[in-house]
């Protein structure tokens, strides 16, 4: 039997949680050191039973750092002879980057529509927290561990409690995306007491996708194209008859003539509107606006004057703007008729 003088385990590796040290033709003597590094601990077994644990530093092997095993080996007078024990590293470090992501979509009730099935997709990171409760949880007298022996059965926990999160946060499926963080912070708070069980620690649970099934990934394209269409339903219109128009005027023949129908009844509309607005009274002229615009009015009985009469018709006064003795026009300032000579007063 040779003696092991030095125990110790250089990682090297990026996946190994649980490495077991070879003891085949070795044994360990009173005065054999063991070096536990950073992020490591290392256990002791004697018979398959886990004994003494060691975190982080040196050790000269005896009876004062051994005293579970001192007491199962009945050492009553102290570390006499070398003796064989199980010797296992646990890597005590951050396993990042690992993936998760749901196999079969989760059911959901949301508000707006109902029953839907969703999917997620997202990385965690996780530890080693208890060494000694994980040898007895996971690990056991297995040789190695590693995260490919832990991670499909961490995944299935993840989903339940996605599912969970989801469920009690309330959250419309629409309005996820923006509340990637709080779900990451429901689902870590609701599994932490599930992984110390374990002996390990939750630590980081991120979100990267929520995914809807592809028929309602189409209708929410479809009603999204649909409500921008009503608030610029009269954009689209003019294009429609934009389009129409360019290709009626390729064709010569009828669709020429149409088109040149349609501009003339267009234009048509328009001057009879001119029109209908030039007989409109003009705002405030009363009716002296209207004697202006359709004759003259008599301005002593107020009787409407033909439009050629110099007298009134109703109390012969002349037209305003008229001789007094034989009614003719008289130019603005003139001081006697151009007719008769009679003075204007």
Not at 31 to 50: E, N, P
Not at 266 to 278: D, I, L, R, S
Not at 315 to 327: D, E, I, L, R, Y
Request: proline share 5%; charged share 20%.
């Amino acid at each position: 039997m040779a003696l092991l003088k030095v125990i110790e385990w250089t990682d090297n590796s990026s996946d190994t949680i649980v490495y077991k040290v070879p003891m085949s033709g070795n044994q360990i003597n009173r005065g054999s050191a063991l070096t536990v590094r950073d992020s490591q601990v290392a256990i002791f077994c004697d018979k398959g039973r886990m004994a003494d644990v060691f975190l982080p530093g040196f050790y000269k092997l005896d009876t004062d750092s051994l005293p579970v095993i001192t007491k199962l080996l009945s050492w009553k007078y102290g570390f006499e002879t070398p003796y064989k024990s199980d010797v296992y590293f646990v890597n005590t470090k951050q396993f990042t980057g690992q993936k998760w992501g749901t196999s079969n979509p989760i059911m959901i009730r949301d508000a707006d529509y109902g029953a839907v099935r969703v999917r997620g997709f997202g990385t965690y990171s996780f530890r080693v927290k208890d060494a000694f409760v994980f040898m007895q949880e996971l690990s056991g007298t297995h040789s190695s561990f590693s995260t490919r022996d832990i991670t499909d059965y961490i995944r299935s926990i993840l989903v339940m409690g996605i599912s969970d999160a989801i469920g009690e946060s309330g959250v419309p499926v629409l309005d996820m995306a923006a509340n990637l963080m709080e779900l990451s912070a429901g689902v870590k708070q609701s599994l932490s007491s599930r992984f110390e069980a374990m002996g390990l620690e939750l630590c980081a649970f991120n979100f990267e996708s929520f995914s809807l099934p592809p028929e309602l990934e189409k209708a929410l394209d479809e009603s999204t194209r649909l409500g921008m269409m009503r608030k610029n339903i009269d954009v689209y219109t003019r294009l429609a008859q934009a389009d129409a128009l360019k290709e009626a005027a390729k064709n010569p023949g009828m669709a020429g003539g149409t088109m040149g129908a349609g501009m003339g009844l267009g234009m048509g509309m328009q001057m009879g509107q001119m029109f209908a607005n030039m007989n409109q009274p003009v705002a405030g002229s009363g009716e002296q606006g209207g004697a202006q615009a359709g004759g003259n009015f008599c301005t002593k009985c107020g009787a409407k004057i033909p439009a050629k009469a110099k007298f009134c018709p109703e109390c012969g006064s002349p037209v305003a703007g008229g001789c007094p003795k034989c009614g003719a026009k008289v130019p603005s300032g003139a001081k006697f008729c151009p007719e008769c000579g009679a003075k204007i007063n």
